[in-house]
């Protein structure tokens, strides 16, 4: 069974920097199936993905809004994956989900649709104040 927890979500004022943490268990890659991201969302609205990365190499991509101050990263040896967020802005405020599975397509990267992450965790707030 595939798991993820993610932790490190809370309440700053905007500027400040925080360390999103995700630990993933049960989960193996697959070729077609080889991406890991950060998504986000806010009620009314669909998830954005935020940030993903490839576990096999290490590359990522990154949203237009969050290009600059957001890194996604990610420990193999742990089964971990971060995203550090700096200089947080009050429209960054969402429910931040971890995800795993991602569909990986030749020339196209990681997908940028949720649907095509079948595995999330349960997600973890964060709120930046102006």
């Known amino acids: 069974q595939v798991r993820l927890l993610e932790s490190g979500g809370d309440s700053v004022q905007a500027g400040e920097s925080l360390r999103l943490s995700c630990v993933v268990s049960?989960?193996?890659?697959?070729?077609?199936?080889?991406?890991m991201g950060w998504f986000r969302q806010v009620p009314g609205k669909g998830r954005e993905r935020v940030a993903a990365i490839k576990p096999a190499d290490g590359s990522t991509v990154y949203a237009d809004s969050v290009k600059g101050r957001f890194v996604i990263s990610q420990d193999n040896a742990i089964n971990s994956l971060y995203l550090q967020m700096n200089s947080l802005k009050p429209e960054d405020s969402a429910m931040y989900y971890c995800?795993?599975?991602?569909?990986?397509?030749?020339?196209?990267?990681?997908?940028?649709?949720?649907?095509?992450?079948?595995?999330w965790g349960q997600g973890t707030q964060v709120t930046v104040s102006s």
């Open positions: 049960g989960y193996t890659l697959s070729p077609s199936r080889a991406c």
């Open positions: 995800a795993a599975g991602g569909s990986l397509r030749m020339g196209v990267g990681c997908s940028v649709l949720d649907y095509q992450y079948p595995y």
